[in-house]
């Protein structure tokens, strides 16, 4: 073979290789979420990696010794190890997941940031913290990056709402055991909400809040998705139950001590150890008052990892991942697991949501799992 | 004339009568609210009229003199005496306008209670409380019924959004002196809100609240104001201020004591004397944010009557009016009033918002006025 067939050879080679991983990607985007065959669906939660440019960028807040050999490239260890042990069927960032400031290439950090979860095949979203913007790209343009890397189900907006707050407010759908009467319905929801940077509204300091556009998108989805479920097939009287993940935590996370958490509270940002925004901007409302959401999964608050129950809704922190970011010395980095478990129906086959169970896992030596819990199950009600 | 003839003409007659009257109802309805030529608009506020079936309605809470003769009917002239008193340009009732319960008839019960006003020729304007759909209507026939009524400006619902919560979401415009450069600029924009009546929301006690579709609404509505306020003619940096008008206070009603307040707190419903929603659904928040209203009026708790200021929005009662309502026997009935005044351009004519004011006036002898004070003026900003 010439060299100007071996040239053509490869040139048609790269073509059919761009186009099928195109195609590939694009299923992917399509593909719908659902339930394996054992009855289960797992996300593993990643909260504030603050990534920037991966072996050159140090570790803040880690022992003595730990100090000379930790980078970026620890945070990214951190995930492959936790892909590997729980095998999810979802990863999701809840944002900060580049730190801006003192990233080089806002792009370069995000492909090095998410390249463990895209190399696993495994499905994976993110949100916007308030950190992801300070670097190269505007909150749009790392939204919009973020929607184009492979593997991933995040989206920009809802397409049928065109004035939305923020970027990266979308819901996924979650499906039943295939060949059986839930293949179709969605027995899982999960809301992904932009919950913003820093207050715009001058006589407000602090940090941003859930906007009246977003909550009003997340209720009428919800709404929808609840008539859905209502319907036949297998028509269901309760609505399936609801996940949501944003990055800065609500005001009502202030409502609990140890007395009421699984988990720790030691921030000592805000007068209550949370660093919500300084106003009520009414989402915590809103999701009781819709009434499937049973648990919202934070970060932003890196060293407060508790989930704490209010009016029938866990308030859940993931604790913080990254090593780039603020954390405390001897405090492991850590993760949050949520399983939801199907119900065996009586003609033997899976069903519906049964529970909700969450626990962390420690980035030590044993990626320790600790402060295990159900944070709902059917039979118990809310 | 024959008895036919006569008939012909009495029919003719009634006819051209009842033409007549409605293109003068039409001609009302699409009336444009606007500063007199003094330069002044002022609204009289009446909270909780609690109207039922007038003279046979008995008053409760009233001093043992005053019993054996007070009835609806007593609401009834102190609506007239305060009209002839304040003459204001519009007339407000801010919910619990009939009482329900009691009301044989919710129709002719608000035939009688708005009819002072509407015998006064005054534009008048009400919102649903939380009992107004208590008696032989419901909320949406309630409403519906008062925007059949003469003289009045309310409107059932936004034309643009037909997924609203609640009936009675409405805004109105106040043109500049007619004549001026603010003649067809809304200078004060009046914002009517239905707050609801009770929860709806099984895990959540109480009221009701400002939901998401309403805050959206008003988040559109004022910004699309504040945007034609800062074109031509007369372009304006800054926007109309705005007034909101609801029946249920707000939670962030709470944040005050007599320390930061001007008027009185003495309800002992609620643990800290406010009857607001049991939750915050955040619309404190969203009005902040929109940076246009610098009031918001509500009534709901009879007996408190004040007003405090956070972060540069009033929060305000109008203290009870009605004599069918609960009260403090000593204690007046009584009503708010709002004056907003033009300032003088540097041509010598009327042009844009210096000041809003308000003050009460006690069902006494004298109409005394108490608890003047300056809400809002131009120069001082927030």
């Known amino acids: ?7 053509i050879l490869v040139v048609l080679l790269s073509l059919f290789c761009l186009i099928s991983s195109s195609v590939l990607a694009q299923q992917q985007q399509n593909q719908k979420l659902r339930f394996d065959e054992n009855g289960e669906f797992k996300i593993l939660q990643v909260a504030d990696m603050h990534y920037a440019n991966g072996k050159t960028t140090l570790c803040l807040d880690v022992l003595p010794s730990q100090k000379a050999y930790c980078t970026d490239l620890n945070t990214t260890a951190f995930i492959q190890r936790m892909i590997i042990a729980e095998k999810p069927n979802l990863i999701v960032f809840t944002g ?34 308030n950190h992801d913007q300070e670097g190269s790209l505007s909150r749009e343009g790392v939204m919009k990056h973020i929607v184009g890397m492979k593997n991933t189900l995040s989206k920009l907006n809802p397409p049928e709402i065109h004035i939305i707050d923020g970027f990266g407010n979308y819901n996924l759908e979650v499906g039943g055991v295939e060949g059986t009467d839930f293949e179709n319905k969605s027995v899982l929801n999960l809301y992904f909400l932009d919950s913003g940077d820093y207050s715009k509204v001058l006589p407000i300091p602090g940090y941003d809040w859930i906007k009246p556009s977003q909550q009003f998108w997340f209720q009428r989805t919800s709404a929808k998705l609840q008539r859905a479920y209502k319907k036949g097939p297998a028509p269901q009287k309760e609505p399936a139950p609801g996940l949501a993940y944003f990055h800065i935590p609500l005001p009502e996370y202030a409502s609990f001590d140890s007395s009421n958490f699984t988990g720790v509270k030691q921030e000592g940002n805000g007068s209550d150890g949370i660093s919500s925004a300084s106003v009520n901007s009414g989402f915590f409302t809103t999701l009781v008052g819709a ?69 962390k896992r420690l980035d030590d030596q044993h990626l320790t799992g600790i402060d295990g819990e159900v944070l709902w199950s059917k039979n118990s009600g809310a």
Chains 1, 2 share one sequence.
């Open 1 to 7: 073979m010439g060299i100007d067939n071996l040239m």
């Open 96 to 129: 900060d997941n580049i730190f801006g400031f003192d990233s080089f290439d806002s792009a370069k950090s995000m492909n090095a940031a998410f390249a463990p979860a895209i190399a696993s095949n495994i499905p994976w979203v993110a949100v916007l913290g």
């Open 291 to 359: 009434g499937d959401v049973k648990a919202v999964f934070t970060g932003h608050d890196h060293i407060n990892d508790f989930c704490g129950k209010l009016t029938g809704i866990n308030l859940c922190y993931a604790g913080g991942f990254g090593y780039h970011a603020y954390g405390k010395a001897g405090w492991s980095r850590r993760a949050r697991v949520m399983v939801a478990s199907l119900e065996k129906t009586v003609k033997g086959s899976w069903g519906n949501v049964k529970s909700i169970k969450t626990w």
